[in-house]
């Protein structure tokens, strides 16, 4: 009987003792529950995520139709939030300027020696200094002795014209005769070097020693 009474009484030892240590674990688990209690929600649930925030479609300018005139700045209303241009350029009066502009630079010297040349009736050719010479136009020769000078396109000696000068250059020219016949050689013209002599033989058996002295101008 005493055995009961004791196990009796070691029971209820036992009873408070889980009482007091179940009293102390609520106030800790409730603590758990309140901190952990919202993430361990989310992380059950996956979350409810926001939807995207819904933004203004950009509105684009219709596309004008066939046979419309496109507007201008200033036409019909404004739009919103862009200001209308009222302040318009007053309109010039006679004899004033609306706008400048640039003229295109000329060299002041670039064709001018050439329109000089073409005055006087001789060209002009540009040597790599910059200098300008004259294009020969005639020639001076030695005709049997005499000294002669004779311009493009006249004819010589003077008292026989049997030939014509075609063309000079600065060191040389060409001769042909007046007649418009060829030379006993067949060309229709002879070339003579300054400083060379050319001997030709007529038809009535005349003979011209004719030397190229030098060339020039007019």
Same mark, same amino acid.
Request: proline share 8%; aromatic share 6%.
């Given at each position: 009987?005493?055995?009961?009474?004791?196990?009796? /009484?070691?029971?209820?030892?036992?009873? /408070?003792?889980?009482?007091?240590?179940?009293?102390?674990?609520?106030?800790?688990?409730?603590?758990?529950?309140?901190?952990?209690?919202?993430?361990?929600?989310?992380?059950?649930?996956?979350?409810?995520?926001?939807?995207?925030?819904?933004?203004?479609? /950009?509105?684009?300018?219709?596309?004008?139709t066939p046979g419309s005139a496109p507007s201008t700045p200033g036409a019909g209303a404004a739009a919103s939030g862009e200001l209308v241009d009222t302040d318009m350029p007053p309109s010039a009066l006679d004899g004033q300027l609306t706008n400048f502009s640039v003229f295109?630079?000329?060299?002041?010297?670039? #064709?001018?020696?050439?329109?000089? #040349?073409?005055?006087?009736?001789?060209?002009?050719?540009?040597?790599?200094?910059?200098?300008?010479?004259?294009?020969?136009?005639?020639?001076?020769?030695?005709?049997?002795?005499?000294?002669?000078?004779?311009?493009?396109?006249?004819?010589?000696?003077?008292?026989?014209?049997?030939?014509?000068?075609?063309?000079?250059?600065?060191?040389?020219?060409?001769?042909?005769?007046?007649?418009?016949?060829?030379?006993?050689?067949?060309? /229709?013209?002879?070339?003579?070097?300054? #400083?060379?002599?050319?001997?030709?033989?007529?038809?009535?058996?005349?003979?011209?020693?004719?030397?190229?002295?030098?060339? #020039?101008?007019?």
């Amino acid at each position: 009987m005493a055995s009961k009474k004791v196990q009796a /009484a070691l029971l209820k030892q036992k009873e /408070a003792k889980q009482k007091k240590v179940l009293f102390l674990l609520v106030p800790i688990f409730l603590a758990l529950i309140a901190w952990q209690g919202p993430k361990t929600f989310k992380a059950l649930m996956g979350g409810n995520t926001p939807p995207p925030p819904t933004t203004a479609a /950009a509105t684009t300018p219709a596309a004008p139709t066939p046979g419309s005139a496109p507007s201008t700045p200033g036409a019909g209303a404004a739009a919103s939030g862009e200001l209308v241009d009222t302040d318009m350029p007053p309109s010039a009066l006679d004899g004033q300027l609306t706008n400048f502009s640039v003229f295109p630079g000329r060299d002041p010297f670039a #064709g001018g020696a050439t329109a000089a #040349g073409a005055a006087t009736g001789g060209g002009t050719s540009t040597t790599g200094g910059g200098t300008t010479t004259a294009t020969p136009t005639s020639a001076r020769f030695e005709i049997n002795g005499s000294t002669q000078d004779v311009a493009v396109a006249d004819t010589f000696p003077e008292d026989d014209p049997v030939f014509k000068l075609v063309s000079v250059t600065a060191n040389s020219v060409l001769i042909g005769l007046t007649s418009g016949k060829n030379f006993t050689n067949g060309d /229709a013209s002879e070339e003579i070097k300054v #400083g060379e002599t050319l001997t030709v033989t007529g038809d009535d058996g005349s003979t011209f020693s004719i030397k190229l002295l030098s060339t #020039g101008s007019n």
